[in-house]
Each structure stands twice: as structure tokens, then as C-alpha cells.
């Protein structure tokens, strides 16, 4: 029988998969990410975690990506320079204590020119490669740290990171805006024309903040405007900034459900097309993908 284990350890979260004859037999998730292990405990975590697992008597390969190859993370893993070909993706195997397990951890991909890095990313676009072999375009993985990749030929050829997310999560939580977009829901039509209003008046980003608190204190509408219109504004500076990277091209989205239904209705009019990838099964496969490259 084939047997291996697929690892997506993020900065927040783990994720393993047992292979068997291609087919995932088990899967574990957890909050173990990166930045809760203590005394750089990461081997003990991984074997306690996947322990059942293991056979005593024969060594399993595990293939691992994202975080735990961070410097912060189990072992580094050096990044691979920009234009990066994914079907010559490096990888370390870190010395480790238990005979049990053969451990491969992925690099990552940087840019000299224009700095950037990703890591665990690179995974998933692999993901993608493996079902559109011959796909020429761009990628957006939209979420904390949103990336937009121009790929060719199964090439990395260059990509943008913007903090689209994470500036969402801080302006809502940590300013006055707290107070007025307070909600689960989105308003579409709301969110287009402030992505809108983004793209005619960029320079009007931060008065357009403060504006959104004071209808609040004025008219008090209902906060699934004010959410939409906040997610609508940095929306659109992240557009602005990619703009060659979407205009008039073929566009893949890889997130989650509603984030890609989120970007999708605001690309579906300004590219010439959209396909939709699940994050977590991109990552997946991305590693199956690398385990043929690798033999």
C-alpha cells in the first residue's frame, strides 16, 4: 500500500492528511499552529498529534508545507527565488529523533526586485497547476495577506502581496470604526460602489473611513452597510495596486467560499474570466503535486 502524510502547518492552525493509494483515509485539524508551540517543541507536538498514525516497524514520509518552514518554525527552509518553476520546488529534510517518520519541508518563494515573500501559498498554486497544467493568467489567494501571482508555463513569474485582510480585522477591532461594522453580512451592491469610490478617488481613502462613522452617528443604517462599505474601500486599493496583474486576464481565485464569491463579484465585469478553487483541497493536491516532482 502507498501510504504518506500531507502537513499544512500555518502560523494558527494544523492540518494533516493520511494518503492512502492517493485517496485522504484520515485527516486531523487543530489550533496547534506555529506560534503556540513552546521551546521550539515542534517535533514532539507533530508525533503527539498524528501518533496513531505510525507503525513501529516501517518509516512513513511526511510532506510538509507553509509556516513550519518559517525561521520561527520547525527547521527553515530556504526561499526560492523569483521566476520560480514549481516542478523544481527544494525542499529540507530536518534530522529528527523518531525513526518513524521521514520528514520533507517546502521552501517558499521570494522577490529580490520588489520584495515579497510567501510561503504555503506557492502550495496551493501548485495545487491549481496540477488540474490547469496550462493555464496563463493570474492567481488571487485573497485573505489576511492577499497574493496576486502571474504564473506561466508552471512558473511562478511574479506576484504582489497586499494586507488586505489584516487591515480589515485591525481598523474594525482598533478604531473608532468598531462601533459601526459590526456584522456577518455584505451588502453587494454596497460594496461595489464603494470599491467604486476607491477606484475614482483614491486619495479620499482615509476621509472615506471617517465618513462611513459619521453616517453611523447621523442616519444610523443598518451596520451590514458600513461592514460592506469598510470591505469595499480596501478592496479597492488592493485592485488599484494589482491592476496589471487582473485587467483584461484570465483570473483563478483560490480561498475560502465566501471570500471568492466576495472578489468575483467585483472582477466579474473588469477580467476576461473566473474560475474558483477551494483553498484547503488546493493544498492538498499542491502536495501530491510536489511528491511527483520529487520521486
Not at 500531507?6 to 499552529?33: P, Q
Amino acid at each position: 500500500m502507498n501510504k504518506w502524510i500531507a502537513v499544512d502547518w500555518g502560523t494558527s492552525s494544523f492540518r494533516a492528511y493520511l494518503i492512502k493509494n492517493n485517496i485522504v483515509s484520515e485527516r486531523i485539524e487543530t489550533k496547534d499552529g506555529m506560534k503556540f508551540i513552546n521551546n521550539n517543541s515542534f517535533e514532539k507536538t507533530f508525533i503527539s498529534l498524528i501518533e496513531n498514525w505510525l507503525d513501529d516497524y516501517q518509516t512513513i514520509e511526511v510532506l510538509a508545507s507553509g509556516m513550519v518552514g518559517a525561521r520561527q518554525g520547525w527547521s527553515e527552509a530556504p526561499y526560492q527565488e523569483t521566476p520560480c518553476d514549481l516542478n523544481n520546488i527544494k525542499f529540507i529534510s530536518p534530522l529528527i529523533n523518531d525513526n518513524r517518520i521521514a520528514l520533507k519541508i517546502f521552501s517558499g518563494i521570494s522577490q529580490i526586485d520588489q520584495p515579497d515573500v510567501m510561503r504555503g501559498e506557492e502550495t496551493q498554486v501548485a495545487g491549481f497547476f496540477l488540474e490547469n497544467p496550462n493555464f496563463q493568467g493570474s492567481i488571487c489567494l485573497p485573505g489576511t495577506h492577499s497574493k496576486w501571482i502571474k504564473v506561466k508555463d508552471q512558473n511562478i513569474v511574479k506576484f504582489q502581496t497586499f494586507m488586505t485582510g489584516e487591515l480589515f480585522e485591525v481598523i474594525s477591532q482598533n478604531t473608532v470604526l468598531k462601533h459601526s461594522v459590526k456584522s456577518n453580512k455584505t451588502d453587494q451592491e454596497e460594496l461595489l460602489k464603494s470599491v467604486d469610490l476607491i477606484f475614482k478617488h483614491p486619495s479620499l481613502f482615509g476621509n472615506a473611513l471617517f465618513k462611513l462613522r459619521a453616517d453611523d452617528l447621523i442616519n444610523s443604517r443598518n451596520k451590514i452597510i458600513y461592514k460592506s462599505r469598510l470591505s469595499g474601500y480596501l478592496l479597492g486599493l488592493e485592485l488599484l495596486g494589482s491592476i496589471d496583474y487582473w485587467k483584461k486576464s484570465k483570473i483563478a481565485l483560490i480561498g475560502n467560499k465566501e471570500l471568492n464569491k466576495l472578489y468575483s463579484y467585483v472582477l466579474k465585469d473588469r477580467v476576461s474570466s473566473i474560475v474558483f478553487y477551494e483553498a484547503e483541497d488546493m493544498t492538498l493536491k499542491g502536495l501530491k503535486y510536489f511528491k511527483e516532482k520529487i520521486k
